[in-house]
């Protein structure tokens, strides 16, 4: 190169040796970030349905492919909740969870199957049982609501309770 | 050399060279594209194609960047150098290809051409994290086009080698953009470290090569003086290795002062070609041949060989009592000059074993040729490595479906408010929450392409195909009708209803919920910021979506405080951090956030 060409190098680069680096950080030290909920609106996030507080005795479900966590949260003497996920997400559109007394023997839904709530990706559900003893007995179905077809469906298995109130809904 | 004009001068160097320039790539694109979704059973086909061209350019820019100033460091890299222009039109072809590609996906479909939709989606040019970063790549694009076009020698011939070099300078500035381009696109939604540090230390290493080579030039551009008479006292001839030079800076420019066959003659040390440095080459049959691509010379007159027309100034040199002096007045190109006779040929210094090759000869010398393979093969290991490593840190893809060749019907209530949906009776006993509510968008970047206002409250089966993520279930539609209601559901359009659960401000970001909920894998976040504006902008719903320290996310269909759309009075604010605050409604399964857009607060 001839020198003027040369000496503009030399200049784009003393440029570019304060520039780029000076992009680099910023654009990466400083990256926005959303914050999460603040702890006042967490309700929110348990009216729709999020278990907050997860008790520690949960169990794995294995279920075909699927694998869920499940635990018991005992409410009051006669009603208890359930608190679900899916451990790996769950790729059916709306997917609604029943409680049905009884072992599912086909891959339908059965017409007294109750509806205890939705899924969600693979975040932690809280579902209140119906209020009955009965009901920490049975089946679960994952029901996809849009394909109309039963996804999945397994026995509840024998649940240690967690203490009551440990959770929030 | 050649006399006339071709589109390629090809020779076996060049052959190779491109071979494995376009295997090296077609690999990289190839395994990118191939791999990925081995690593990612969700990863959006469309987007991988995007990546795999848009980095195989960064790339490949970041290694033309760093032949230059190695070159400089160590001349047995000049080999890499000699057909570098091809390197450079494949970036821009990768580039042109990774724009052909966002613009048919990100901006395809929408209610205004891809190209406007490009250059007018994102306006936040006071920005610094909103900045459209597009416009970056736009800018890297155009300089690499004009690169490229310009490229040939008949540019290079006609606009002269220093208005050229001047003009292909601008592949820094080029760099520069795309840097930006990288960091505020791609970085700001992709947060994997090791992508971050791979982009710092690849710039880094660029930017640093080309500050400690320009150091040393500015050393060497430290012009002699002359003594009283006007001689620049060169040195002792016998310092002059036999058939190289030596390079003195003198009026502004540097000479090459060559010694062969027991002469001495000067010659500018700028080759009319590319100016590349005439000194640093080598006397090949009698000729002064340039390092970079072989262009000779005479160097007695500064011309070359018949048929070949190019000139470069001379100098007048002669020998004192062992030293040479060199008179720094150019004669005009082409000029021949006496060479200065040397007293004692005998008392030449050996030349160095340094090896010397053009592309042009047909073999390189083995020394050289090890020298290269070794760095083109660890270079090819590193990009066989980035081919299994990149398409791992680019596993931002959302288990999200967009069933588009799925085409199902679907029988529920249809309602206009707060944005059009059906409404769908939930089977078994379902208590309070006998709905689900699915949101109904439109082809491409728009609501739905049916009559919502005649439909409002009836009775109607959707034909389209479903959209979901995580719960979220929407439903892109072709055509509804109304059809009769079944006995069981026609009273529970009565129990439909709302419950407001408060006011609470939250934090958050605006999608747009088509491609959130599953048309695109990213569908948020700055790198789809252009794509939510189209989207919301045609009259698909925008949602914020909020999430909890467990990462729990919820989504809000955001209206006014009228229930009223929101759609045109949030566009300057998707993609970025953002406080709501508004009265939360539930309709079933769907979240309703209600504020006035002007109260938004960017955070």
Redesign the interface.
């Known amino acids: 190169?001839?020198?003027?060409?040369?000496l503009?190098?030399?200049q784009?680069?003393?440029l570019?040796?304060f520039?780029?680096?000076a992009?680099?950080f910023?654009?990466?030290a400083?990256?926005?970030?959303?914050?999460?909920?603040?702890k006042p609106?967490?309700t929110?996030?348990a009216?729709?349905g999020?278990a907050?507080n997860i008790p520690d005795n949960l169990t794995r479900v294995q279920a075909g492919e699927q694998s869920f966590d499940i635990g018991l949260v005992r409410n009051s003497s006669t009603t208890s909740s359930l608190i679900i996920r899916s451990v790996d997400?769950?790729?059916?559109?709306?997917?609604?969870v029943?409680w049905v007394p009884e072992s599912i023997q086909d891959n339908s839904?059965?017409?007294?199957?109750?509806?205890l709530g939705?899924?969600?990706?693979t975040?932690?559900r809280h579902m209140t049982l119906p209020a009955t003893e009965t009901t920490e007995q049975g089946s679960l179905i994952i029901?996809s609501?849009?394909?109309q077809d039963v996804f999945t469906s397994f026995l509840i298995p024998s649940l240690s309770r967690a203490r009551k109130g440990n959770h929030t809904s | 050399m050649s006399v006339v004009y071709r589109a390629v001068q090809w020779n076996r160097q060049k052959r190779i060279y491109d071979g494995i320039l376009l295997v090296a790539v077609g690999l990289y694109i190839a395994g990118f594209i191939w791999f990925t979704p081995l690593f990612d059973a969700n990863a959006d086909p469309k987007n991988v194609p995007i990546r795999a061209f848009g980095s195989a350019a960064f790339i490949l820019l970041t290694i033309i960047l760093s032949i230059g100033p190695l070159c400089r460091l160590d001349s047995r890299f000049l080999p890499l150098l000699y057909n570098r222009r091809h390197m450079g039109v494949v970036t821009c072809a990768l580039g042109l290809y990774h724009g052909y590609l966002v613009l048919n996906w990100y901006h395809k479909y929408g209610n205004v051409d891809p190209l406007v939709s490009l250059l007018a989606s994102n306006t936040n040019y006071d920005s610094?994290?909103s900045f459209p970063f597009e416009t970056l790549g736009i800018g890297a694009l155009l300089i690499l086009i004009v690169m490229a076009a310009t490229s040939h020698d008949f540019w290079l011939a006609n606009l002269t080698?220093?208005m050229w070099?001047?003009l292909h300078?601008g592949v820094?500035?080029a760099?520069?953009f795309l840097?930006?381009h990288v960091?505020?696109g791609a970085?700001?939604s992709n947060?994997h470290p090791i992508l971050?540090t791979l982009?710092?230390l690849s710039?880094?290493w660029v930017?640093?090569l080309?500050?400690i080579t320009?150091?040393g030039?500015?050393q060497q551009?430290q012009d002699i003086s002359t003594d009283p008479e006007g001689w620049i006292d060169v040195g002792p001839v016998n310092q002059i290795p036999e058939n190289r030079a030596k390079i003195v800076?003198a009026s502004?420019?540097?000479i090459a002062i060559f010694r062969y066959e027991g002469k001495v003659s000067a010659i500018s040390n700028?080759c009319q070609h590319q100016?590349g440095?005439l000194g640093e080459g080598q006397i090949i049959d009698g000729l002064v041949t340039c390092p970079w691509h072989g262009y000779q010379y005479d160097p007695a007159s500064g011309a070359s060989p018949p048929p070949f027309t190019e000139k470069i100034p001379t100098f007048t040199v002669f020998i004192r009592q062992g030293r040479v002096l060199l008179d720094p007045t150019p004669h005009p190109a082409g000029t021949p000059v006496e060479p200065a006779i040397v007293p004692n040929p005998s008392s030449a210094q050996s030349p160095d074993n340094q090896e010397f090759f053009v592309g042009y000869l047909p073999t390189m010398t083995k020394g050289i040729s090890r020298f290269i393979s070794r760095r083109v093969a660890a270079l090819l290991l590193a990009v066989v490595m980035l081919v299994f490593v990149l398409p791992v840190l680019h596993g931002e893809y959302h288990?999200?479906?967009s069933d588009f060749r799925d085409l199902?019907e679907?029988d529920g209530f249809l309602m206009a408010e707060p944005a059009p949906h059906i409404v769908?009776v939930?089977?078994?006993?379902?208590?309070k929450?006998a709905f689900?509510r699915?949101v109904l968008v439109g082809r491409g970047k728009s609501g739905p392409k049916i009559d919502v206002a005649g439909l409002n409250g009836k009775y109607v089966r959707v034909r389209g195909s479903?959209i979901?993520?995580?719960?979220g279930?929407m439903i892109s539609v072709k055509r509804a009708e109304e059809v009769p209601a079944p006995s069981t559901t026609a009273s529970s359009i009565n129990s439909l209803g709302d419950e407001t659960?408060?006011t609470?401000?939250?934090?958050?970001?605006i999608v747009d919920s088509k491609c959130y909920f599953g048309t695109m894998r990213p569908g948020n976040t700055a790198v789809h910021r252009q794509c939510t504006v189209r989207c919301i902008a045609g009259g698909i719903p925008p949602v914020f979506?909020?999430?909890?320290?467990?990462?729990?996310?919820?989504s809000f269909l955001l209206v006014d405080s009228n229930g009223s759309t929101v759609n045109d009075r949030v566009l300057s604010m998707v993609a970025?951090?953002v406080e709501i605050k508004g009265e939360?409604v539930?309709l079933d399964?769907l979240?309703v956030l209600k504020a006035d857009p002007d109260q938004y607060r960017r955070?």
């Open positions: 190169m001839i020198r003027p060409r040369r503009l190098h030399r784009m680069f003393l570019l040796a520039l780029v680096p992009l680099l910023v654009g990466l400083f990256r926005p970030d959303i914050p999460p909920v603040s609106d967490l929110l996030l009216q729709a999020f907050s997400p769950l790729l059916k559109p709306d997917l609604l029943y839904l059965p017409d007294n199957a109750i509806l939705e899924l969600m990706g975040s932690f029901y609501l849009a394909h | 610094f994290f080698a220093p070099k001047a300078m820094y500035m760099y520069a840097v930006g960091v505020l970085l700001q947060t971050a982009v710092v710039a880094l930017v640093s080309h500050v320009s150091g030039e500015r551009d800076c502004g420019e540097r700028a100016n440095p288990h999200a479906r199902r679907f769908v939930r089977p078994g006993e379902t208590g929450h689900s699915y479903l979901y993520r995580d719960g279930t659960l408060g609470y401000t939250l934090q958050g970001e979506l909020v999430r909890d320290e467990s990462g729990n996310i919820m970025d951090p939360v539930r399964n979240f955070l």
